[in-house]
């Protein structure tokens, strides 16, 4: 059975496909020497497009040319950061700075910030109302762990960051989202533009941002906003186009207008998927303020990144954490919005309190802690003398994990980089650029038929055309690599976790925290413990991939057709037999959605982990974010961009032929 799988005509195809290009990746440099042939190994200088010269020539154009008759773009950037400003400045004055006015020696504070005792109660508030007594007591303490362990400032200036870019990111992406339901013609030309964005690494957007907007806080928000948003504009999509039509038929029975029918049916009626994408927006919201504490955001992220710029284990660690606390804060409240019933409609005749409790209670608490301050300071700040610290015993630990264990540390980094690294990298980058671009347009050809195929040999030649080939290469190696041990780790838990209901319970909890982690987060550890380089990017990678993997694994598991389940245990199926032939066949197309998503998550990560040392496209892209470089930022990241939108249609095809010939479609 097995010899005749191996050797069907789609299997030769493979083998082959695999045979030749090992051949050319082993013997590309003797090739070389033989005929003189430099073309072989790098693309020919003289062949390149020079796309990063004319990105930059174009965006200083748009800065310093372009006009639109009563302004220019440098006035309509500078606007749209004033617009964004305002608030920002309000919220990060409520949260963390105060109320001041005047400048420098002349500047007078007219009203503090909200105090920590404030912040918490309003948290704790939202949180009961959002789900239970048991998700507010998560939440206050999540919030007090801040004050207590010296994080409320930069936390504070993290949040308010948060405050402003998700109320832009939802609204801008239901906006969209309400005009691709309307105008299927416009959800059509928006797609490509939504994979590009979801695609192009987070560092891309801060290099032609920085250079539109400038060093600070608003470029950064801008940069957070965009990266945020598309996904808020799928779910909203989405959400409006799947209301059941019995309920759009009661609208239009009811005598709604088109406007009616927008605001009092269908968008109330996908309120709870609605939250899915805020929830999204929320957690990309945070991951980008982090990073884009490199030009100029401030906050959590830049004390992660003073850290680990200085190897400051304690401090790395500490700042690490307060995000992580604050990811589960705002990703648990979120979550229970989602999910949360609509509340009775008080009476007519019901006082203020009745009929808006919670507002009451908010305006108490914030007028009553203020009054509080003035008299008790411990109200208003909590006290520096009674905070807490462990960085000490962080940088104690890591010390001795490193001293105790390092032999053990380094022989498994030895034995991945001689095993696996280096000679999976040997294979990848010696692959000829014009056999790659052949390879990448069979393959994709022979799975999803010619239209793809030409599609990936285009992005791949453009990949070469500008340069990049060995960089994308080295990318493409260590994507794959940290995907096969994520996806080798992560199946496994998730069948376990499919067939078992405690173990379901506890995994799930896991996978959870995972995802709750910002990517910079997961560097901080993985560098104290193996250093930089390509292993410890892989270990990262791994870690901040492997969520997907497991929860979809677990989903196509559980998901399996009960009566499937049943006709193979009447047929005599072993428990082993009934897993192998019946549950994963019928879960291969949730399996392949969770493939898709870890190569989709290894390639943000492996942008961020240019921190460490790697030197592939992610490098490129930080390199362009250090020298201001747009062109060379953009292009490197469209680059990342056209190998993630590949492997997307191709893991796409392929789970849309095994749903066809599962007959599930």
């Not at 200036?157 to 990111?169: D, M």
């Not at 005009?179 to 801060?206: H, K």
């Not at 008790?376 to 994990?401: C, G, H, K, N």
């Not at 250090?626 to 292009?635: D, L, S, Y």
Request: charged share 10%.
């Amino acid at each position: 059975m097995m010899w005749r799988r191996l050797t069907t005509p789609a299997a030769l195809f493979w083998w082959g496909l695999f045979a030749v290009t090992w051949l050319l990746s082993s013997y590309s440099f003797q090739l070389y020497k033989a005929f003189d042939a430099r073309w072989i190994i790098r693309f020919p200088k003289g062949w390149q497009i020079n796309f990063e010269g004319w990105i930059s020539d174009a965006m200083r154009w748009l800065l310093e040319d372009a006009t639109f008759g009563l302004f220019t773009f440098r006035e309509l950037t500078r606007f749209i950061s004033g617009l964004i400003e305002i608030p920002y400045d309000a919220a990060r004055a409520l949260l963390a700075d105060g109320f001041i006015s005047g400048l420098g020696s002349n500047a007078v504070e007219i009203a503090p910030p909200l105090s920590w005792l404030a912040v918490t109660a309003l948290a704790v508030m939202i949180a009961r109302y959002a789900k239970d007594w048991g998700l507010a007591a998560l939440v206050g303490a999540c919030f007090v762990y801040l004050a207590i362990f010296g994080q409320w400032q930069s936390a504070m200036v993290t949040l308010a960051s948060v405050v402003i870019a998700v109320p832009i990111g939802v609204m801008g992406g239901l906006a969209l989202g309400i005009a691709c339901y309307r105008a299927p013609w416009f959800e059509r030309a928006l797609r490509p533009v939504l994979d590009l964005m979801q695609t192009v690494p987070i560092f891309a957007y801060l290099v032609p941002i920085l250079f539109l907007f400038g060093f600070g806080p608003v470029s950064a928000l801008v940069a957070t906003v965009i990266y945020a948003m598309p996904p808020m504009v799928r779910v909203a999509t989405v959400a409006l186009q799947t209301v059941p039509p019995e309920v759009v038929e009661a609208g239009h029975m009811a005598g709604c207008t088109k406007r009616q029918m927008m605001w009092k049916v269908l968008v109330p009626s996908a309120g709870p998927t609605l939250m899915v994408g805020v929830n999204q927006v929320i957690m990309l919201s945070l991951n980008m303020v982090i990073i884009a504490s490199m030009i100029g955001a401030g906050g959590l992220g830049f004390d992660v990144l003073s850290a680990l710029r200085s190897l400051d284990i304690g401090g790395g660690i500490e700042a690490g954490l307060a995000i992580v606390v604050i990811a589960i804060a705002l990703d648990r409240v979120s979550q229970a919005f989602a999910t949360r019933l609509p509340d009775v409609a008080p009476t007519r005749d019901a006082g203020l309190v009745q009929r808006h409790p919670y507002l009451v209670a908010a305006a108490l608490i914030v007028a009553g802690t203020y009054l509080l301050g003035l008299i008790i300071p411990f109200v208003q700040d909590y006290p520096e003398r009674l905070t807490l610290t462990t960085s000490a015993f962080w940088e104690d630990a890591m010390r001795w994990i490193n001293v105790t264990f390092f032999d053990t540390l380094d022989a498994i980094k030895s034995f991945f980089l001689t095993w696996l690294l280096l000679p999976v990298k040997r294979f990848f980058t010696g692959i000829p650029w014009a056999w790659g671009i052949i390879a990448a347009g069979l393959a994709a050809g022979r799975v999803g038929g010619w239209r793809l195929g030409a599609m990936a040999a285009v992005m791949t030649a453009l990949i070469a055309s500008v340069g990049l080939w060995n960089e994308a290469m080295t990318t493409i190696y260590l994507c794959g690599v940290s995907v096969l041990i994520a996806y080798a780790i992560g199946v496994p838990l998730g069948i376990w976790a499919g067939q078992r209901a405690r173990a379901h319970a506890w995994v799930g909890a896991f996978i959870d925290t995972l995802q709750t982690l910002p990517s910079f987060v997961y560097l901080i550890p993985v560098v104290m413990l193996f250093r930089v380089g390509e292993f410890s990017a892989m270990v990262a990678v791994v870690l901040y991939a492997l969520a997907p993997a497991v929860r979809y694994a677990a989903h196509g598991v559980r998901s399996v057709d009960p009566q499937m389940i049943e006709a193979g245990l009447v047929a005599g199926c072993t428990p082993r037999q009934l897993l192998w032939r019946v549950k994963l066949p019928l879960a291969a197309p949730s399996l392949l959605l969770g493939l898709n998503q870890t190569i989709m998550l290894a390639l943000s990560m492996l942008v961020i982990t240019a921190l460490v040392g790697t030197r592939d496209l992610g490098q490129e892209v930080y390199i362009a974010l250090t020298k201001a470089n747009t062109g060379q930022g953009i292009v490197a990241g469209v680059a990342v961009a056209f190998i993630a939108i590949i492997a997307d249609r191709i893991i796409s095809a392929m789970a849309r032929r095994s749903k066809e010939r599962l007959g599930l479609t």
